[in-house]
Structures are given as C-alpha cells and as structure tokens.
C-alpha cells in the first residue's frame, strides 16, 4: 500500500471513486481547515491518519458529520471494543 494514498481518516485514497473520478484531490492537498475534522485533527496532532491515534475512535469522529469517511456503524462497534 501507498501511504502517500492514504486518507487522514483512514480510508485508502486509491479505491476512493472520488479520488478515482477527479473529484477530490486528496485530503491534504485538495481540502481547506474546517472541511474535514478528522484531516485537522490528524495533521494538528502530526500522526499518519485517524487510526494512529491513541484516542480512536474519539467521540467527535463518531458524531460530527464532517469528521470521516469510515462507517459509523463500524466505528461505534470499535468504540465499544475499547471498553471492554
């Protein structure tokens, strides 16, 4: 995998169909601050994506609609594996 393909929220940017119909162009390069909290967030605390993160899943990632791309399904089922 190319991590230079890679999303801030984790998502891998080469499946994107997005990224893949030139409609994005890349989460770092192709997005202002305050489009996407989990791209802010990742690159505020210097880590590779959103899954490097000592805090994932955090709350805000769960229930801000401008923080992931990743399921919120899956990300509440991860959150609930952390308590356990």
């Not at 999303?7 to 030139?22: E, I, R, T, V």
Request: charged fraction near 25%; include cysteine.
């Amino acid at each position: 995998m190319d991590e230079k393909q890679l999303g801030k929220c984790g998502y891998y940017c080469g499946q994107c169909p997005s990224l893949l119909a030139k409609e994005c162009a890349g989460c770092v390069s192709g997005n202002e601050r305050g489009v996407c909290y989990t791209r802010d967030c990742v690159l505020e605390k210097g880590i590779l994506s959103c899954g490097y993160c000592k805090d994932f899943p955090c709350r805000r990632i769960q229930d801000d609609p401008k923080a992931t791309l990743l399921s919120p399904l899956w990300l509440k089922w991860k959150a609930s594996q952390k308590s356990e």
